[in-house]
């Protein structure tokens, strides 16, 4: 079995599925405007999809990932329960205006992009076929442990560690690059090696577990997925029942694991104590799913009764009270564009540079969201609730369709066809959680800090990665017949 990778949407059948959403929410009462508001945003978007190049482009994974995550689950499982698409929503006849308005944004920018982009990306072929098994795993040895070593460096390396730390992205991308490697020099027959199985156990316990991450834990898998699927790999059945076990350990145990548990840590707990209290609570996954749902049992919610996981799988609730504030006359002006620009400069320049947290202060506008003190947590937006906020239809039309013609001009221009090379599907792994979830200012940010982590993964991997693979796999004359 192989799994999907879609390169575009027949029309004709997101017609029919759009059809048939639009019958089954008039049967559920849905009122008339918004199912038809669903039906354009389905069908534009699908537009959209095809003409920014489907999942072989970036621009076609931003635009798939902000269609399903923000608006299209939301709407299927809202059908699956029988409820009213329109129902539970404070404003919800902007809300599908500011969706259709979006998706129409996402085809202007998909066709400016498309007539200037490059064809073929400038780091396409940047990386040679014989050195992939050692950056892969010169990728794993410098991710784990490049901080320690520049940290010997002493205060002199303090900026470079911070620098470094934030650009770090060489695990995930150690984990692509292998999978690639494995694929092809079995000729399909392999996707996982020794050294790929460690650092997504590394990964996975330090980086999720740890620190209570969803993104974390569920990041190792989708960067082993993401090469399965675009090299069109066949999986076994084993293969196939083990990743629906693993999904189903994330999804039943893991995610209420990291959203309750990251509420209640105690911060001023030893680390020996802060581990047992994760141990605690992985120990009786029954019971904290139990607690989970009580926690959560009263939080605003899309469906008429709170759906565990279902609930981070659509936008459509949370962007509902921000653009609702909105229309209250709470139009927030343009200023996150500005300081998302600004924060880009590096901390060595601008020292006291502040921590931009604009969910936390939506979340304070909207009231109720959290505590009044609470300037830490923040609240996930789309970026078309973003853009409404910022400036109503001028941020929709207007401001949100210039800044993702320039976002997918440069990330097709820098990386062509995305299954081509490992940093090209390194950049669908961020895209999958910029896109539904980091705003409009998300955008801004995977433009400028994001090509930064992009462009140094892909320069480390193909130029220096090699040589810390020497420690673990010789010299290359000596390790070449293994390799």
Same mark, same amino acid.
């Given at each position: 079995?192989?799994?999907?990778?879609?390169?575009?949407?027949?029309?004709?059948?997101?017609?029919?599925?759009?059809?048939?959403?639009?019958?089954?929410?008039?049967?559920?009462?849905?009122?008339?405007?918004?199912?038809?508001?669903?039906?354009?945003?389905?069908?534009?978007?699908?537009?959209?999809?095809?003409?920014?190049?489907?999942?072989?482009?970036?621009?076609?994974?931003?635009?798939?990932? !902000?269609?399903?995550?923000?608006?299209?689950?939301?709407?299927?499982?809202?059908?699956?329960?029988?409820?009213?698409?329109?129902?539970?929503?404070?404003?919800?006849?902007?809300?599908?205006?500011?969706?259709?308005?979006?998706?129409?944004?996402?085809?202007?920018?998909?066709?400016?992009?498309?007539?200037?982009?490059?064809?073929?990306?400038?780091?396409?072929?940047? /990386?040679?076929?014989?050195?992939?098994?050692?950056?892969?795993?010169?990728?794993?040895?410098?991710?784990?442990?490049?901080?320690?070593?520049?940290?010997? /460096?002493?205060?002199?390396?303090?900026?470079?560690?911070?620098?470094?730390?934030?650009?770090?992205?060489?695990?995930?991308?150690?984990?692509?690059?292998?999978?690639?490697?494995?694929?092809?020099?079995?000729?399909?027959?392999?996707?996982?090696?020794?050294?790929?199985?460690?650092?997504?156990?590394?990964?996975?316990?330090?980086?999720?577990?740890?620190?209570?991450?969803?993104?974390?834990?569920?990041?190792?898998?989708?960067?082993?997925?993401?090469?399965?699927?675009?090299?069109?790999?066949?999986?076994?059945?084993?293969?196939?029942?083990?990743?629906?076990?693993?999904?189903?350990?994330?999804?039943?145990?893991?995610?209420?694991?990291?959203?309750?548990?990251?509420?209640?840590?105690?911060?001023?707990?030893?680390?020996?104590?802060?581990?047992?209290?994760?141990?605690?609570?992985?120990?009786?996954?029954?019971?904290?799913?139990?607690? !989970?749902?009580?926690?959560?049992?009263?939080?605003?919610?899309?469906?008429?009764?709170?759906?565990?996981?279902?609930?981070?799988?659509?936008?459509?609730?949370?962007?509902?009270?921000?653009?609702?504030?909105?229309?209250?006359?709470?139009?927030?002006?343009?200023?996150?564009?500005?300081?998302?620009?600004?924060?880009?400069?590096?901390?060595?320049?601008?020292?006291?540079?502040?921590?931009?947290?604009?969910?936390?202060?939506?979340?304070?506008?909207?009231?109720?969201?959290?505590?009044?003190?609470?300037?830490?947590?923040?609240?996930?937006?789309?970026?078309?609730?973003?853009?409404?906020?910022?400036?109503?239809?001028?941020?929709?039309?207007?401001?949100?369709?210039?800044?993702?013609?320039?976002?997918?001009?440069?990330?097709?221009?820098?990386?062509?066809?995305?299954?081509?090379?490992?940093?090209?599907?390194?950049?669908?792994?961020?895209?999958?959680?910029?896109?539904?979830?980091?705003?409009?200012?998300?955008?801004?940010?995977?433009?400028?800090?994001?090509?930064?982590?992009?462009?140094?993964?892909?320069?480390?991997?193909?130029?220096?990665?090699?040589?810390?693979?020497?420690?673990?796999?010789?010299?290359?004359?000596?390790?070449?017949?293994?390799?």
């Amino acid at each position: 079995m192989r799994l999907p990778f879609p390169e575009r949407v027949p029309l004709n059948r997101a017609a029919l599925f759009a059809a048939a959403l639009f019958i089954i929410q008039t049967l559920e009462g849905t009122a008339l405007y918004f199912s038809v508001g669903c039906v354009a945003f389905l069908l534009i978007a699908a537009l959209a999809f095809n003409v920014a190049g489907g999942l072989t482009r970036a621009a076609g994974a931003y635009i798939f990932f !902000y269609s399903l995550l923000v608006v299209v689950i939301g709407l299927c499982y809202k059908a699956f329960l029988g409820e009213p698409a329109d129902s539970n929503l404070l404003d919800p006849h902007t809300d599908i205006e500011v969706y259709v308005g979006g998706a129409t944004s996402l085809l202007v920018a998909a066709l400016l992009s498309r007539r200037f982009a490059r064809k073929t990306g400038l780091l396409q072929n940047i /990386l040679k076929e014989s050195l992939m098994y050692r950056a892969s795993v010169g990728c794993f040895v410098f991710g784990i442990g490049g901080a320690f070593l520049i940290a010997m /460096l002493g205060k002199g390396g303090e900026g470079l560690n911070s620098a470094f730390t934030q650009l770090n992205q060489l695990l995930p991308l150690g984990i692509i690059i292998g999978v690639m490697y494995e694929i092809r020099q079995s000729g399909g027959k392999r996707s996982t090696n020794f050294f790929i199985s460690f650092a997504t156990v590394f990964y996975f316990f330090f980086y999720g577990l740890i620190a209570f991450s969803k993104q974390g834990m569920l990041e190792p898998m989708v960067c082993w997925a993401v090469p399965v699927c675009a090299l069109r790999f066949r999986l076994s059945l084993l293969q196939i029942g083990s990743s629906l076990l693993v999904a189903f350990i994330v999804f039943y145990c893991l995610v209420p694991y990291s959203q309750y548990g990251r509420s209640r840590l105690d911060k001023t707990q030893s680390f020996s104590q802060q581990l047992d209290y994760r141990l605690s609570l992985l120990e009786h996954p029954d019971k904290l799913r139990t607690e !989970y749902k009580e926690d959560t049992a009263n939080d605003a919610s899309y469906y008429n009764k709170p759906q565990g996981f279902w609930d981070r799988l659509q936008f459509i609730s949370v962007d509902d009270g921000l653009i609702n504030i909105t229309d209250q006359g709470k139009v927030f002006g343009l200023s996150p564009i500005k300081a998302t620009l600004f924060n880009t400069i590096p901390h060595f320049i601008w020292p006291n540079k502040p921590n931009l947290n604009y969910g936390n202060l939506y979340a304070h506008e909207m009231g109720g969201a959290m505590d009044e003190n609470d300037t830490s947590t923040g609240i996930s937006f789309s970026p078309t609730s973003e853009a409404y906020h910022m400036a109503k239809w001028v941020g929709v039309l207007v401001i949100a369709p210039l800044i993702w013609a320039l976002l997918f001009f440069v990330l097709d221009s820098l990386f062509g066809d995305i299954r081509a090379t490992p940093w090209g599907l390194l950049a669908l792994v961020m895209i999958s959680h910029s896109a539904p979830e980091g705003a409009l200012t998300g955008a801004i940010s995977l433009l400028t800090f994001g090509m930064e982590i992009l462009i140094f993964c892909a320069c480390f991997a193909a130029w220096v990665a090699p040589f810390f693979a020497i420690p673990i796999l010789g010299s290359p004359r000596r390790s070449s017949a293994a390799v």
